[in-house]
């Protein structure tokens, strides 16, 4: 739930922050509803947990995590901060929302291997590696073949 009271309490900077994270996370939950499909967001601290999709063939739960930046270059992932190994619990997909200028919305959607691949690439590394220092980012211009690729999650979601 969110707390208002809290949000008012923050500085300028931390609470824009928090809302331009909220208006990707609401925005994915839009695009899916547009799909037909059910999400919800969370909002508790879960690890890696952002967006929940429901699938009640399988009884599973799909979980995309939502990493939104109004910054015009790069987009922060803190990948290999948070996995340090392949075997980590980890998200079904990445949602990674860019808001432009125009307060328009691009939506990259990357399974987690796919992910993976793009933050090695980007940290010019060839195996999964331990990161200790700094923040893992990815580039938004070297995102485009992942635009508006929702068929990556309507195709396991039916």
């Known amino acids: 739930m969110i707390n208002i009271k809290k949000i008012k309490e923050m500085k300028s900077t931390q609470k824009q922050r928090y809302l331009i994270s909220l208006a990707g996370k609401f925005g994915v939950c839009s695009e899916l509803a547009k799909r037909n499909i059910h999400s919800n967001i969370t909002f508790v601290n879960a690890k890696s947990t952002n967006i929940k ?6 009884q ?20 290999f901060q948070k996995y340090k190994t392949k075997e980590t619990p980890h998200p079904d997909f990445w949602v990674l929302v860019h808001i432009t200028k125009e307060l ?4 990259f959607i990357l399974t987690h291997k796919e992910m993976a691949i793009e933050q090695m690439k980007r940290n010019n590394m060839t195996k999964w590696e331990v990161v ?24 396991i979601i039916k």
């Open 132 to 155: 200790e220092k700094g923040v893992d980012n990815v580039l938004i211009k070297e995102l485009s073949a992942y635009e508006n690729q929702w068929d990556k999650i309507t195709e």
């Open 53 to 58: 999709i429901p699938d009640k063939e399988s």
């Open 104 to 107: 328009k919305s691009k939506y």
């Open 60 to 79: 599973k739960s799909y979980i995309v995590e939502v990493k939104t930046t109004n910054k015009p270059n790069k987009i922060v992932t803190n990948f």
